[in-house]
């Protein structure tokens, strides 16, 4: 198999970029549960709910320890963050839905914002 693809596919992309939703849905909730006026605010809605899984993404990428083909350049790390900061809901729903086939066991719903 071709090594991004290995990479794509491994088990540490797919912690990342689990970790990528369950913190930026986490962070989401507790901002809009602490603050509720930035709910209709230009800047939350354009800026910083968009942005916020790709800079949890990268972050994570940094801190949790990578397919060693990724190798030990900064760059590559935050390229495989934004990566998985971008796929992060998409992933979510479909582990959402195997979770739920597989075992019966309902997560919850994905953010309807992303």
């Known amino acids: 198999m071709d090594k991004i693809l290995d990479i794509l596919l491994s088990w540490q992309m797919l912690v990342l970029t689990l970790g990528s939703y369950g913190i930026t849905w ?5 901002v ?3 603050f509720p006026q930035v709910m209709g605010k ?3 809605e354009k800026v910083c709910v ?3 899984p ?3 993404g990268m972050i994570l990428a940094v801190v949790l320890p990578l397919p060693p083909e990724v190798g030990t350049l900064l760059s590559s790390k935050l390229v495989l ?3 998985a900061g971008l796929s992060s809901a998409a992933v979510y729903s ?3 839905d195997f979770a739920r086939e597989k075992t019966g066991v309902v997560l919850p719903e994905g953010s309807k914002e992303s």
């Open 26 to 30: 986490a962070l989401r909730t507790l």
């Open 32 to 34: 809009t549960g602490l």
């Open 42 to 44: 230009r800047i939350w």
């Open 50 to 52: 968009p942005l916020g």
């Open 54 to 56: 790709l800079a949890n």
């Open 81 to 83: 963050g934004l990566i």
């Open 94 to 96: 479909r582990f959402r």
